[in-house]
Every structure is written in structure tokens, then in C-alpha cells.
């Protein structure tokens, strides 16, 4: 006799499906894949390198973390449970000691799957001592993959880097600034866009960039935030931007994403009155504005306005796509954040108390919630990334990490004014492009019907 209760016949079952996000040990690929010449060694068994499929070829069409050279830029221990018992510190030392003297190594970091990090394995001592052979110290990464997803994982890379990196020497200047916390989670042209555009807008208030991390540079680059006597920090790594203040010297400012007009708008003016450049930042603002809110004279009445969207996503882009939903004349029928639920997110604080929301869920119940939703509330557009597409039959953004169906490999940023001004164009071109589908369809049933019905009948 089975001694589990019964469940309610009108109980929803138990989901047991995938959690609908990606892994913590994704998010250090992704801030590996975002320093050219950084190499990767993960303690673990060889599916570590199959991993990389999140990244390279899909995510990042010009990603180069791994290479048909054979010398990729994510390698592993291929370690087995049986040799969890057993001394790894000499194994482990000579990989990195390789990692660490080839040419082509910038720099080194380190980290583990669950199995090996509870085993409590002194990896700081082993890092020092390859530092100390090679003059490449590895930079130690905390396997913390059974506790974080990949938002945790970039945070935490981009953490210990700050630990790690020489910032010794600089020359800091108020008007030198740097930026720390950008997600670059692919080397196309949205994100290089973007760093384009940030720097561009910082550069017209009269400020120098020293570094952005991160933003596709070489290792040894990463060194010039110390010549920043600003730190402008961005949300995917306030920890380390923190950290970085710290050891400089650097004032620290707290930035929200400058996604969206309103967004850029606010990042711009707190910039302005923290460095005493209020004139300077009026001045770009109003030029940006008057240059862009023009082109949207016909889109907002004839594609978006009365719409209404749906959006799964990453969290920190949740309030400039909220911002541009209102800007738009459109609504918010759903919205799900796949990430795990931290109070620094404020999730629940930007998304409008009538707003179905949904954190942290598993695939069958994410479908359940969306499909609910959908049909009380009504949705034209979902702007999801990969995990959501193929729920509903509505237009379409794929948007965020990951992107596996849309590619840039023309500048086209989403960040900043000109972002804006994209995002918004993307949302009425797959408006538009879904319309004309439809109305194909209809077309298409209609003649086919027509055709039916005027078909002659053959005697037998």
C-alpha cells in the first residue's frame, strides 16, 4: 500500500520539468568569451566543453571558444567520480601550468563543477604556485553552480577578476571613466554596438572611457580601469564594480541600464549632476531626443499603439522594455523573469501590480502561465529570448541571452539613444511582418476554399 497522499483531483500536478534558465557555469563561458585572449579551465568531466554549444555557434556566430585547431579556449580535467578520492593538485596544476605558458594565453581563470568544489580542494594555493612558475596567476572562479544560474556565474567572474587584476600605478582622473557590469554576452554587433554607443554618449559630456568590463578586450587590458577615477557601475556586476572602487580609489555610481529613451535619458542626467556636467548632459539629451522622437511619428499610432506585449526575459532589461511599452502607447499582458528571484533585482517592484508575473519557473509551468495569460488578457507580441519562442502564435522578438534565431553582424545597439530608436523599429517590423503573415494565411485558406468549391465533379 503506498503511504503518499492522494492528490486533489483539481490540484495542478507537480511539475518536474527543466527550470527555463541557463546554468551558472554558462555565465563564465560568457564572461570568458568576452576577453579575447582568456582560456578557461573548468575541473570536471568532459561534458564541460559541450557547454560551449550555449555560446559558439549559436548564441555568438563570432565566438572563439572553441577553435578546429584544437586549442580551445574552454578546456577540463575530464574529471571521473572515481578520482574524487584521490590527490587531483598535480593534475590540476599541470593543466593550468600549460593553460598558463602558451603564446596565446592573456590570461588564465579557473573554476569547478559541483563534484570537485565540495571536496574542498585548496585552489587559491594552487593558483598562486602557477602564478609563481609562469607569471600568469589564475584567476579562481567559485564553483557555485549548484546554488546560481548564469547571471550568478558572470557576476562572480567578473568578482574575482576584480580581486585579481593589477591596479597599481593608474593615473585617475574624475573625467576618466570606466564601466563596470556590462553584459557583453556575444562578440556581434549588438553588444559592440552598444559599447559604441555608451562610449560615444559619455564622450560627447566631455568624459574619457578607460575600460569597459567587459567589451571584448585583451586581457591585459582590463588593467586600465585604473586609470579611472569614475566607476560607473552597470548592473551585472555591482559586487565587483564595488570591489574595483575600492582598490582605485574611484568614485562609484550606481547605474541603472540605459535601455530605452526614458532610461538614457536618467542615466545621462545622473551622470551629469554626480560629475558637475548638468549644461553637458541637457545639452546631448535634447539633441538625441529632437534627432529621434521625430522618426517615430507614424510607427507609434499605425504599428503599436493599443498593442499588447508579453516579455520573458532577463530582469535587468525588464524596465526599459516596460518604459518603451508605455512610451508606445502599448501594454504589458505578462511578463516571466527565468532567473532565480534576489532582492537586488526588484522585480516585483517595476512590474505594475496588475501584471501577471512569474519568476524562477519549469518549462511545463512557464507554457501553462503564458498560454493562460494570453488567452485572458490578449497578447500581439512576445519579446523573449530563446527559452520562450515557440509558446504562442503571435509576432515575435528574440531578444537577450540566449538568441540562437537572431544575429547582428551590423552595428545595431540596444542601448542608449540609438538603441532606443532599434528596439522600437525591431518591435513594428515584426508587427508588421506578422500582420502580412496572417493576412497571407487568410488569403491563402480563402482561395483554397474558393478553389474547392468551383472544382468540377468527375463522373467515376
Known sequence: MSLQPKPDAGATPPDYSQRVTATYMVGTYLATNAIEDAYLLVEGPDCAHMKTQYVQGNHDWLSTLTSVSGHHRVANTA??????TRSREGSVREALTRLAAHPATGGVLFTSMPMAFVTGADYEALCREVGAATGKAPVHIPGKSLSGDWLDGYAETLLALARSVDVTGGNPDPRRVAIVGHLFDRNEE?????VREVRRLLGDLGLEVTSVWLEGQRFAELGAVRDAGTILSFPYARRAARLLARRTGARLIECALPFGLEASEAWLTQIGDALDLRDAARAVIERELSAIVPRFEWVIPFRLQGRRFGYIGDPHLLPGFLATTRL????TSLVVCPDH???EYRVRDVVPADVPM?????MSTLRRFVVRHATERGVDLMVSNNLGLAILPVALVEFGYPSFHTHHL???PFLG???AAAFVDTLANALAMFDLHRKLGEMAHSAGSLSTARAPVRPR
Open 410 to 412: 551590423y552595428d545595431r
Open 79 to 84: 574529471l571521473h567520480p572515481a578520482h574524487l
Open 328 to 331: 508606445v502607447g502599448a501594454s
Open 341 to 343: 528571484a534576489r532582492a
Open 417 to 419: 539613444f540609438h538603441g
Open 358 to 362: 512569474l519568476q524562477f519557473p519549469r
Open 190 to 194: 549588438d553588444q559592440r554596438g552598444n
